[in-house]
């Protein structure tokens, strides 16, 4: 079972626990003023390797290029 599947435990007192994984890396120039990391984004292209091998080398941030940001 990969770490981003959803996946159900048991905790100490017995209760049945859904939880699942979001894998992070420092934030790129776009997020670095909201917080100090951010979701790992894979590109279509990469996400064959990355479950495959899990390449550390692809655990980097999104170009801030590729990305926007709006007030909510």
């Known amino acids: ?3 981003c599947e ?3 435990w048991t905790d100490p007192e017995g209760n049945l626990v859904n939880s699942f994984s979001i894998v992070t890396c420092g934030p790129n120039d776009l997020m670095k003023d909201i917080h100090n990391r ?3 984004i894979l ?3 990469n996400e064959a390797l990355w479950l ?3 390449s550390q080398q692809l655990l980097l941030s999104y170009g801030k ?3 926007a940001r709006f007030c909510l």
Do not use: H
């Open 65 to 67: 290029l590729l990305l």
């Open 38 to 40: 951010m979701p790992v």
């Open 6 to 8: 959803p996946r159900a």
């Open 52 to 54: 495959d091998r899990g």
């Open 1 to 3: 079972m990969g770490c």
């Open 43 to 45: 590109k279509p292209e």
